[in-house]
């Protein structure tokens, strides 16, 4: 069991890939403010964030950050691994299969990965 706590229900865990201790905050990159993940724009994967699928779900490690973030079922991968071809966040979550009334969670899971740098916002096009 991670010795991060974690919400109910909630698809994704996070904790420091080393031995619990946080891992030094990016300087390059600033910390989100509280509500700033905004699903309805496009998000990505962090280039320096690697996934490994697993049959629980998948764990996300980011080089940059030395941190490890865990998605607690293939939904969420599904959603994360598809963000970058979605105008928005909640067309992925749509293409996925998760209706609208079902996205609390994951937007709430995804708001988690943007605020710990796992994923950034898309770039204009």
């Known amino acids: 069991m991670s010795d ?3 919400l109910p229900r909630d698809p994704v865990g996070t904790s ?3 031995g619990g201790v946080p891992a030094p905050r990016d300087a390059a990159r600033p910390a989100l403010s509280p509500g700033a993940f905004d ?3 496009g998000w990505r994967l962090h280039p320096q ?3 490994r699928p697993e049959p629980f779900g998948a764990l996300l490690y980011h080089f940059g950050t030395r941190r ?3 998605l607690k079922n293939r939904t969420i991968l599904t959603v994360v691994s598809t ?3 979605h105008p928005d966040v909640r067309s992925a979550c749509r293409a ?3 209706a609208d009334p079902d996205q609390h969670p994951y937007l709430r899971a995804l708001g988690v990965l ?3 740098g796992m994923l950034v916002p898309q770039e204009v096009r």
């Open 83 to 85: 963000l970058a071809d």
């Open 4 to 6: 991060c706590p974690v």
């Open 68 to 70: 490890l973030s865990f």
């Open 39 to 41: 699903p309805g724009r």
């Open 114 to 116: 943007a605020g710990s």
């Open 16 to 18: 420091p890939a080393h």
């Open 96 to 98: 996925a299969g998760v």
């Open 49 to 51: 964030v690697a996934v």
